[in-house]
């Protein structure tokens, strides 16, 4: 390290520039109360800090005696703390483009080896940034992984064995954020630590000592409702300057969708002219011998038997067998051996709502063993299972309306209070409920100090669904419309709401009703008219008798996937991009409605609908097997509408678009775009890579494409420093670009190499 780079870093760590001073051989400088007066001298090339009583190396001295890094991994075992439980799951790997070309992610045994390994491959490639994305399902231990392994290289920091550390950062889900409220809020609030200004801590993600594990980016994919969060991750990204490495957890990775304008807002938030390389690490169901592995952790005395037992019910791919979040709950139940039998007849009776059974059977162990009322002369349940439930959901409601995962107890205990006095229970029972509360089953405390949160987001959501039954049930405008108003609703909560409502016999057209009339208030583009519809659309799907009519409202991505409609007419509204994968579309009409994207298989035709001349449709993804074509030529989506089965209001006058035929892009244009695919798992690609992706195409893109691209300035060629280097390209334009030039190509390559000229 240079003396100019060791001033430009103190400068973070000081309050102020005058608290500190640096020559060629002094240096003083000022860190919260204390003062360091040292000598620095150069040796073999080195910058070395001398204190008199210890010599370090710029680079130890910084995070051990600036930073106090050994103090923070002290704090992190301290305040992390995983599951006690934890066993090691297995994940798919897809490697940086350099190391894995193709898009075929490899199986690795031991996911904390695999992360681990990554992470320290990653401090060794110099001038790129790594975005490791972990990415499963909801439930299935992304967040007990992330923390096992914070833990784990925290241990090794403090015993000289690594010179990194993991920081977890629970995001909650948060649409809206800024990295440095979150990142300061993590240090200060939950590890208790205050020795870094968000500044400071960049500069130690960039020197490699620190990696920010970004945990909840549930509602931060590419197709949300808001880009805010994409665009925060860019700016992050940008800001590290092609150094330092950080892992985000999410349901999914962003190079996943499959337009280019869906990797847009990240891409060009970052910017091409940064080196950033994109991982993945796809975490694995659980399999027998994980399964086994932890109920043998748990002391459950046959664990063989009692696997065996519950795949007989339930099948073996069952969730609660296979999903981390559900088989710990199912090995709590196995320990009380008495209940085991009842719970799973429970499960296996009614398999499509096998999680509401899960939990109710949690619950009703929770009421009727353990909140006993034992100041009478009988044992009586405080609450019954079904106040327990309204219990939860009054909690879950505020913890939306507040935008939290925590509630502080003083909340709490309002909330019971509120609670016991609205459903006339005796106030004697408050001081029982308050104290028990903090150890129910579904509970635990909160990353906050004297708060409590759900033991997993899951059952969050479940609980809002019970609470917004509730809402919409009595539906007060002012109410719902307070609640709609937060955020995108989770689809969980809407599908246990629906679950709920069709229960009770509920009347679908009165509230699809109710929902329009709150949709029709909305001016603008707002959570309100996009919530509105997605239940709206739920609701219609859910009731096959048909008939209802939707306008102006949004609907969130993937509205029409899996949906049953039939008779259904939607008019004046916007659809973000939707996916037609087991969707069975009848008599449906679609009138001025406006499409982002949709993705349909070539080899079904499973939409039997209308569309009107009025609907505007942005894009058509079509997939055959495992390839798939983008359309964005009106004429060319309107054929390929028709050969799915749709039917246009003023049928086309054109016979070549009643052509049975599918539409394909040019070769040449087919070459392009799998090209343009290596840019979003890195921002920078060497031929080899280009040879092994493209294989077979590999002569004709260098032949009769990468020419037309470098003439008229889409990509830059970059020389190595070392003959025996690959050449590296990478884009000179925005992906937006690229997203409007591939809209305008018409399936030909020259139009796509026009719209640079």
Same mark, same amino acid.
């Given at each position: 390290?240079?003396?100019?780079?060791?001033?430009?870093?103190?400068?973070?760590?000081?309050?102020?520039?005058?608290?500190?001073? %640096?020559?060629?051989?002094?240096?003083?400088?000022?860190?919260?109360?204390?003062?360091?007066?040292?000598?620095?001298? =150069?040796?073999?090339?080195?910058?070395?800090?001398?204190?008199?009583?210890?010599?370090?190396?710029?680079?130890?001295? !910084?995070?051990?005696?600036?930073?106090?890094?050994?103090?923070?991994?002290?704090?992190?075992?301290?305040?992390?703390?995983?599951?006690?439980?934890?066993?090691?799951?297995?994940?798919?790997?897809?490697?940086?483009?350099?190391?894995?070309?193709?898009? $075929?992610?490899?199986?690795?045994?031991?996911?904390?080896?695999?992360?681990?390994?990554?992470?320290?491959?990653?401090?060794?490639?110099?001038?790129?940034?790594?975005?490791?994305?972990?990415? #499963?399902?909801?439930?299935?231990?992304?967040?007990?992984?992330?923390?096992?392994?914070?833990?784990?290289?925290?241990?090794?920091?403090?015993?000289?064995?690594?010179?990194?550390?993991?920081?977890?950062?629970?995001?909650?889900?948060?649409?809206?954020?800024?990295?440095?409220?979150?990142?300061?809020?993590?240090?200060?609030?939950?590890?208790?630590?205050?020795?870094?200004?968000?500044?400071?801590?960049?500069?130690?993600?960039?020197?490699?000592?620190?990696?920010?594990?970004?945990?909840?980016?549930?509602?931060?994919?590419?197709?949300?409702?808001?880009?805010?969060?994409?665009?925060?991750?860019?700016?992050?990204? $940008?800001?590290?300057?092609?150094?330092? #490495?950080?892992?985000?957890? /999410?349901?999914?990775?962003?190079?996943?969708?499959?337009?280019?304008?869906?990797?847009?807002?990240?891409?060009?938030?970052?910017?091409?002219?940064?080196?950033?390389?994109?991982?993945?690490?796809?975490?694995?169901?659980?399999?027998?011998?994980?399964?086994?592995?932890?109920?043998?952790?748990?002391?459950?005395?046959?664990?063989? +038997?009692?696997?065996?037992?519950?795949?007989?019910?339930?099948?073996?791919?069952?969730?609660?067998?296979?999903?981390?979040?559900?088989?710990?709950?199912?090995?709590?139940?196995?320990?009380?051996?008495?209940?085991?039998?009842?719970?799973?007849?429970?499960?296996?009776?009614?398999?499509?709502?096998?999680?509401?059974?899960?939990?109710?059977?949690?619950?009703?162990?929770?009421?009727?063993? +353990?909140?006993?009322? +034992?100041?009478?002369?009988?044992?009586?349940? !405080?609450?019954?299972?079904?106040?327990?439930?309204?219990?939860?959901?009054?909690?879950?409601?505020?913890?939306?309306?507040?935008?939290?995962? %925590?509630?502080?107890?003083?909340?709490?205990?309002?909330?019971?209070?509120?609670?016991?006095?609205?459903?006339?229970?005796?106030?004697?029972?408050?001081?029982? !409920?308050?104290?028990?509360?903090?150890?129910?089953?579904?509970?635990?405390?909160?990353?906050?100090?004297?708060?409590?949160?759900?033991?997993?987001?899951?059952?969050?959501?479940?609980?809002?669904?019970?609470?917004?039954?509730?809402?919409?049930?009595?539906?007060?405008?002012?109410?719902?419309? =307070?609640?709609?108003?937060?955020?995108?609703?989770?689809?969980?909560?809407?599908?246990?709401?629906?679950?709920?409502?069709?229960?009770?016999?509920?009347?679908?057209?009165?509230?699809?009703?109710?929902?329009?009339?709150?949709?029709?208030?909305?001016?603008?583009?707002?959570?309100?008219?996009?919530?509105?519809?997605?239940?709206?659309?739920?609701?219609?799907?859910?009731?096959?008798?048909?008939?209802?009519?939707? +306008?102006?409202?949004?609907?969130?991505?993937?509205?029409?996937?899996?949906?049953?409609?039939?008779?259904?007419?939607? /008019?004046?509204?916007?659809?973000?991009?939707?996916?037609?994968?087991?969707?069975?579309?009848?008599? %449906?009409?679609?009138?001025?409605?406006?499409?982002?994207?949709?993705?349909?298989?070539?080899?079904?035709?499973? %939409?039997?609908?209308?569309?009107?001349?009025?609907?505007?449709?942005?894009?058509?993804?079509?997939?055959?097997?495992?390839?798939?074509?983008?359309?964005?030529?009106?004429?060319?989506?309107?054929?390929?509408?028709?050969?799915?089965?749709?039917?246009?209001?003023?049928?086309?006058?054109?016979?070549?678009?009643?052509?049975?035929?599918? !539409?394909?892009?040019?070769?040449?244009?087919?070459?392009?775009?799998?090209?343009?695919?290596?840019?979003?798992?890195?921002?920078?690609?060497?031929?080899?890579?280009?040879?092994?992706?493209?294989?077979?195409?590999?002569?004709?893109?260098?032949?009769?494409?990468?020419?037309?691209?470098?003439?008229?300035?889409?990509?830059?060629?970059?020389?190595?420093?070392?003959?025996?280097?690959?050449?590296?390209?990478?884009?000179?334009?925005?992906?937006?670009?690229?997203?409007?030039?591939?809209?305008?190509?018409?399936?030909?390559?020259?139009?796509?190499?026009?719209?640079?000229?």
């Amino acid at each position: 390290m240079r003396l100019k780079r060791f001033e430009r870093i103190l400068k973070f760590f000081a309050d102020s520039e005058g608290d500190y001073t %640096c020559n060629r051989t002094e240096l003083m400088v000022q860190l919260r109360e204390e003062i360091i007066d040292a000598r620095v001298y =150069m040796r073999e090339g080195r910058l070395y800090v001398d204190e008199g009583d210890q010599v370090l190396s710029a680079e130890q001295w !910084i995070p051990k005696r600036v930073a106090r890094l050994p103090l923070l991994a002290r704090h992190i075992i301290s305040y992390v703390k995983p599951p006690p439980h934890f066993v090691n799951p297995s994940v798919h790997l897809l490697d940086r483009p350099s190391s894995q070309p193709l898009d $075929q992610p490899i199986r690795k045994q031991n996911a904390v080896k695999c992360l681990t390994e990554t992470l320290n491959k990653g401090k060794e490639i110099p001038d790129a940034t790594s975005v490791m994305y972990l990415t #499963s399902a909801a439930g299935e231990g992304k967040t007990s992984l992330i923390e096992y392994l914070a833990v784990q290289q925290a241990r090794r920091y403090a015993s000289g064995q690594s010179d990194w550390l993991l920081v977890p950062i629970p995001l909650g889900g948060r649409t809206f954020l800024r990295f440095d409220d979150v990142v300061v809020s993590s240090l200060v609030n939950r590890l208790r630590f205050q020795m870094l200004y968000y500044d400071a801590f960049l500069e130690l993600v960039r020197l490699g000592f620190l990696v920010p594990a970004f945990d909840g980016f549930e509602e931060m994919i590419i197709e949300s409702s808001s880009g805010e969060a994409i665009s925060a991750l860019g700016r992050f990204v $940008q800001s590290l300057q092609s150094n330092g #490495s950080i892992l985000v957890s /999410a349901r999914h990775s962003y190079f996943k969708y499959p337009s280019f304008g869906s990797q847009a807002r990240l891409f060009d938030s970052i910017g091409s002219d940064k080196n950033v390389d994109f991982i993945r690490f796809s975490l694995d169901l659980w399999s027998r011998d994980i399964f086994l592995r932890y109920a043998e952790k748990r002391g459950v005395g046959e664990p063989t +038997k009692l696997y065996n037992s519950v795949s007989k019910r339930l099948k073996k791919d069952h969730p609660v067998l296979t999903r981390a979040v559900l088989a710990t709950r199912l090995v709590d139940t196995a320990l009380d051996s008495e209940t085991l039998q009842e719970f799973l007849e429970r499960l296996g009776n009614t398999p499509h709502d096998y999680f509401h059974e899960f939990v109710g059977g949690i619950v009703e162990r929770e009421a009727y063993s +353990k909140w006993l009322d +034992k100041t009478g002369e009988s044992s009586g349940a !405080i609450l019954t299972p079904e106040e327990h439930h309204h219990l939860l959901a009054s909690l879950a409601l505020e913890m939306w309306l507040s935008s939290t995962d %925590c509630l502080r107890l003083d909340v709490v205990s309002i909330l019971i209070e509120f609670y016991l006095e609205d459903n006339d229970i005796s106030s004697k029972y408050r001081r029982d !409920i308050e104290e028990r509360i903090k150890d129910h089953a579904l509970l635990k405390a909160g990353i906050q100090p004297k708060s409590l949160m759900f033991s997993h987001q899951e059952f969050q959501e479940f609980y809002f669904g019970l609470a917004l039954e509730e809402l919409l049930r009595k539906f007060d405008p002012d109410d719902v419309r =307070m609640a709609l108003d937060r955020s995108s609703l989770p689809e969980s909560s809407v599908s246990e709401f629906i679950r709920k409502f069709s229960r009770e016999d509920r009347s679908h057209r009165v509230l699809i009703n109710h929902l329009q009339e709150l949709a029709d208030r909305e001016t603008i583009d707002s959570f309100v008219r996009e919530n509105c519809g997605l239940i709206a659309i739920t609701l219609a799907d859910d009731d096959t008798s048909g008939g209802f009519e939707i +306008k102006n409202m949004m609907f969130p991505a993937n509205t029409l996937r899996a949906k049953t409609l039939t008779n259904v007419t939607i /008019a004046d509204s916007y659809f973000r991009a939707t996916n037609l994968n087991q969707s069975k579309l009848t008599k %449906c009409v679609f009138i001025n409605c406006e499409f982002e994207r949709i993705e349909i298989d070539g080899s079904e035709r499973i %939409c039997k609908s209308t569309i009107n001349s009025e609907c505007k449709l942005h894009g058509l993804v079509r997939y055959h097997g495992q390839d798939q074509s983008e359309y964005f030529a009106p004429d060319e989506i309107l054929r390929t509408l028709l050969q799915s089965g749709f039917s246009v209001e003023e049928p086309p006058s054109d016979p070549q678009l009643r052509d049975n035929r599918p !539409i394909r892009p040019s070769p040449n244009l087919r070459v392009l775009e799998s090209f343009l695919r290596c840019f979003l798992r890195s921002t920078v690609v060497n031929e080899n890579t280009i040879r092994t992706k493209l294989r077979k195409s590999a002569p004709r893109f260098r032949d009769h494409v990468l020419p037309s691209l470098i003439e008229n300035q889409v990509l830059k060629e970059i020389k190595p420093k070392a003959n025996n280097r690959p050449l590296q390209y990478r884009l000179a334009v925005t992906m937006t670009a690229i997203d409007t030039a591939l809209r305008n190509a018409h399936g030909e390559f020259s139009n796509f190499v026009r719209e640079f000229q």
